[in-house]
Nanobody, 115 residues
Framework: QVQLVESGGGLVRPGGSLRLSCVAS????????MSWYRQAPGKGRELVAS????????NYADSVKGRFTISRDNAKNTVHLQMNSLKSEDTAVYYC????????WGQGTQVTVSS
């Protein structure tokens, strides 16, 4: 049974930082493109960042370039999202996604940026 478990969300002030983590189990992690998506209230789910399995090539939404960094540790089946200089518009539920031959989603973790 595949599981993606996110953690690290919370309440932070504008300009602050958070580090999200997603631990995967039940799959061959090294085969999967790992991504972070987010969904703000009343909006659709959007790609934040992605990272390829072994070359570690990354891709970012324009809105987070220069502020967010995605990374992965294949030995620990974990992908991280370091979020710096957070803005109120970053408030959303953040989801971890794994894609190879099949697609899997985590349950999401809430990030709220507010003073």
């Amino acid at each position: 049974q595949v599981q993606l478990v996110e953690s690290g969300g919370g309440l932070v002030r504008p300009g602050g930082s958070l580090r999200l983590s997603c631990v995967a189990s039940g799959l061959i992690f090294n085969n999967y493109v790992m991504s972070w998506y987010r969904q703000a209230p009343g909006k659709g789910r959007e790609l934040v960042a992605s990272i390829t399995p072994t070359d570690f090539n990354t891709n970012y939404a324009d809105s987070v370039k220069g502020r967010f960094t995605i990374s992965r540790d294949n030995a620990k089946n974990t992908v991280h999202l370091q979020m710096n200089s957070l803005k109120s518009e970053d408030t959303a539920v953040y989801y971890c996604r794994a894609l190879w031959l099949r697609l899997y989603w985590g349950q999401g973790t809430q990030v709220t940026v507010s003073s």
